[in-house]
């Protein structure tokens, strides 16, 4: 593909998303062997397909530690479709009724790739090192599903606050990272009258 068509593609995207939302996320994430506070950043857009429900699509960076010495960077890509609970327009529109706030549920999955310094054990604990005798961390790289909670706030910017439970599984021998995180955004670009 050429860089022209990718730059057309990339503006015809932005054309049909309604907005784009910047956010800020505090995660838990938890596994085997770890868990840990972090922040996350991401960007997300959405597309209207009907009249109480939009693609969406998304992508951040989480960074989580658990003290001095454990820590996980992950970054996932996901795409998703929001339903808005309340039964009206997708959540990104605007009207002189302000339709577009309320609860909303949005499930999501994608892939997230991710590394850690935790170092990666045998059944009796021991930590697994390679030929150099350096320690092998464990991976947090794999197919994503989750699901979001949340309510958009009438207004201008649609401020959005949520719930996000996530599940990433991870091939084995390392374990699955689970992450539950409070999110906040807002659009990037106000609102227009339609």
Do not use: W
């Amino acid at each position: 593909m050429t860089i022209r068509i990718r730059i057309f593609l990339l503006l015809m995207m932005l054309f049909f998303c309604t907005s784009v939302k910047a956010q800020v996320e505090f995660a838990y994430l938890k596994s085997k062997d770890y868990s840990g506070l972090g922040l996350g950043g991401y960007l997300s857009f959405a597309i209207p397909v009907t009249d109480n429900g939009s693609v969406t699509g998304e992508a951040g960076v989480y960074y989580s530690g658990n003290g001095d010495y454990d820590h996980a960077v992950l970054i996932p890509f996901l795409v998703g479709y929001r339903v808005m609970l309340n039964g009206l327009n997708s959540g990104y529109g605007y009207d002189d009724n302000d339709n577009s706030s309320g609860f909303y549920l949005q499930p999501v999955a994608g892939y997230a790739i991710g590394g850690t310094d935790i170092p990666r054990t045998d059944s009796t604990g021991q930590e697994i090192v390679d030929n150099n005798g350096n320690e092998i961390d464990e991976k947090v790289s794999g197919v994503t599903a989750g699901i979001v909670f949340g309510y958009i706030f009438p207004g201008k910017y649609a401020i959005n606050i949520g719930v996000r439970y996530e599940h990433i599984f991870v091939p084995s021998p390392d374990p699955a990272m689970n992450m539950v995180s409070l999110r906040l955004s807002h659009s990037l670009f106000p609102r227009r009258r339609n």
